[in-house]
């Protein structure tokens, strides 16, 4: 019998060329954003307490136990501030790896990963090099670099679940588009309005079939009850006021027009440097209304700007938005439309390396990046004595650092409960005399000195 022949080189089916420029695109995103993230956990420089309350929240799930967050207060259910189930996801790795640097690179991952679809989307409607050129603008986005840069929230999340939603709506893939949507109501319980909005686009553009349409039209109705229900009923029956605690960031009045500068400003970044405006002649830019509507119908101020997290779910939107404007904008009987549309990914992309400078990333260009701070070192061994399993009350500095093995309540409370150790960030002389601090805080033990280094101080209760 004759030995079989292999088929020809001609017969054998080519891969498509740029089939891995999204995961190579993705892979150095995920090392660039896990680097930033690392370093800024190793050299002590979290900006907030929500690293350790997500990080004692994923700590609880990892032990099949409610998702206690005692930073927000002794025994509170994290279910009942947010509706963030979706946090258990990590417990399986937690487990594993209890610390919260496991959060921070789990963030880095997600954030990555969106890059995917948004570049393959590109490719697929543009052509590899604008593809490419487009996935790379996002993911040096200025939204994605300061979510990275202000530690970990669960909007992580929601950020690839939306970049793959709005991929499958631009390919005309309609169930897939709302498959990918309907996870985001167990994200956050305002995303429930971004559920509605995608389903309705998907709903503007398969209103031609039947089917997807009903579809459509039950997925947008789905995420407006889910929302509704999440605030008024579910967050309550886990919160111990019997509430929703973010209604009180709405004023009674009417705030829209509030701090109209700082909102005005908001919409240029969002729009101008990362799509030159053209996301506007895309239906998907009704995508970032219900989070644009929120934000700045709220009465505080730290909705309106372009710090902290808060944009990181608008990237996704506003890159895919302009991904379908170029898309449409090539056919236009305007000339100067599709020659600004020729040029625009390259104008987008550079406006992102040049804005990139003055933006996080920018620090891994720097040696001094890498230079583990001075006092560092002293301080995790003042930190180091506090046993595990120890009760603490920390501010920002030692909290995040602690929660992996002990129980850490905010400074100032802990209603009631008498902590074992007080841990303290007083490098900006906040406090004058802590042993006299502590008394204050608990009239009923006394507190020594345990150590002090570089302006962190560790008190410790003799009595």
């Known amino acids: 019998m004759p030995a079989p022949v292999a088929p020809p080189p001609h017969d054998r089916r080519p891969r498509p060329p740029g089939r891995l420029d999204p995961h190579l695109l993705a892979t150095a995103l995920f090392a660039a954003y896990a680097t930033l993230s690392i370093l800024r956990y190793e050299h002590l420089a979290t900006r907030s307490w929500d690293l350790g309350i997500f990080e004692q929240a994923v700590r609880a799930y990892a032990r099949l136990q409610a998702p206690v ?50 570049t393959r989307a590109a490719a697929g409607l543009l052509g590899r090099p604008r593809g490419l050129v ?20 669960e909007i992580c999340f929601a950020v690839p679940l939306i970049a793959f939603s709005l991929e499958a709506l631009l390919a005309r893939r309609w169930r897939p588009a709302l498959w990918w949507a309907l996870p985001l109501v167990l994200v956050k319980e305002d995303l429930g309005l971004t559920v509605a909005a995608i389903a309705l686009v998907v709903a503007l553009r398969c209103r031609r079939s039947p089917r997807p349409l009903v579809y459509a039209l039950a997925v947008a109705v789905l995420g407006m009850v889910a929302a509704l229900v999440t605030v008024t009923a579910v967050i309550p029956a886990f919160n111990t006021t019997g509430g929703y605690g973010y209604w009180s960031k709405v004023d009674s009045g009417f705030t829209l027009f509030d701090g109209t500068g700082t909102k005005l400003r908001t919409l240029a970044w969002l729009l ?47 890159a895919l938005a302009l991904v379908d404007g170029l898309a449409r904008a ?34 891994l260009t720097e040696s001094a990046t890498y230079d583990t701070p001075e006092g560092v070192p002293r301080i995790e061994r003042a930190l180091d004595r506090i046993p595990d399993g120890a009760t603490v009350e920390a501010d920002i500095g030692p909290s995040s650092r602690l929660t992996s093995r002990c129980r850490v309540f905010w400074i100032g409370a802990t209603r009631g409960i008498t902590p074992d150790y007080i841990a303290l960030n007083n490098t900006g002389k906040w406090v004058g005399d802590v ?18 280094a570089y302006g962190y101080v560790v008190l410790k209760r003799s009595s």
């Open 330 to 363: 090539r056919t236009s009987s305007r000339p100067w439309l599709r020659s600004y549309a020729q040029h625009l990914p390259a104008a987008v992309a550079g406006a992102a390396l040049a804005l990139t400078t003055t933006l996080p990333l920018s620090t």
């Open 69 to 118: 967050a005692d930073l927000k207060g002794p025994g509170f259910d994290i279910l009942g501030d947010h509706f963030s189930p979706v946090l258990a996801l990590l417990a399986p790795v937690h487990r594993f790896f209890p610390s919260p640097v496991t959060l921070l690179v789990a963030q880095a991952a997600l954030f990555a990963l969106s890059a995917v679809p948004v």
């Open 435 to 452: 042993q006299a601090y502590a008394h204050q805080l608990h009239p009923d033990a006394r507190y020594v000195i345990d150590d002090a």
């Open 272 to 318: 101008i440097p990362t799509s030159g405006l053209l996301a506007l002649r895309s239906p998907l830019f009704v995508v970032a209304l219900p989070t644009l509507g929120w934000r700045f119908c709220s009465a505080d101020d730290h909705y309106w700007g372009t710090d902290w997290h808060y944009s990181a779910v608008l990237m996704p939107v506003v």
């Open 134 to 153: 487009l996935g790379l603008a996002y993911g040096l986005s200025w939204g994605l670099q300061r979510a990275v840069d202000f530690d970990f929230h």
